[in-house]
Nanobody, 118 residues
């Protein structure tokens, strides 16, 4: 069964850090560009970060550049998102995804909530 399982979300104060993890089951995650997306209450889902399957080049949304870092562990079939200097506007449900070219979503995770208090 194909599955993406996220963990690591929670409640943190502004300025704090969290590390999200996402493990793939039933397929080889490294065959896809791996991405993180988020959806804040009342807003559309947006791309946060993505890492290419071809050359490990990375993409970050302007709002998170310099604060978030995406990484992978192919041996664990996993992708991570290190989030530092968190702001209340980072509050959202965070989803990982296996994508084609960071544009077409092939598989979604179930999401993990992140709440940043001021």
């Amino acid at each position: 069964e194909v599955q993406l399982v996220e963990s690591g979300g929670g409640l943190v104060q502004a300025g704090g850090s969290l590390r999200l993890s996402c493990t793939a089951f039933g397929f080889t995650f490294a065959d896809y560009a791996r991405g993180w997306y988020r959806q804040a209450p009342g807003k559309e889902r947006e791309g946060v970060s993505c890492i290419s399957s071809r050359d490990n080049s990375t993409y970050y949304a302007d709002s998170v550049k310099g604060r978030f870092t995406i990484s992978t562990d192919d041996a664990k079939n996993a992708v991570y998102l290190q989030m530092n200097s968190l702001k209340p506007e980072d509050t959202a449900v965070y989803y990982c995804a296996a994508t084609t070219g960071c544009n077409v979503i092939n598989y979604w995770g179930q999401g993990t909530p992140v709440t940043v208090s001021s």
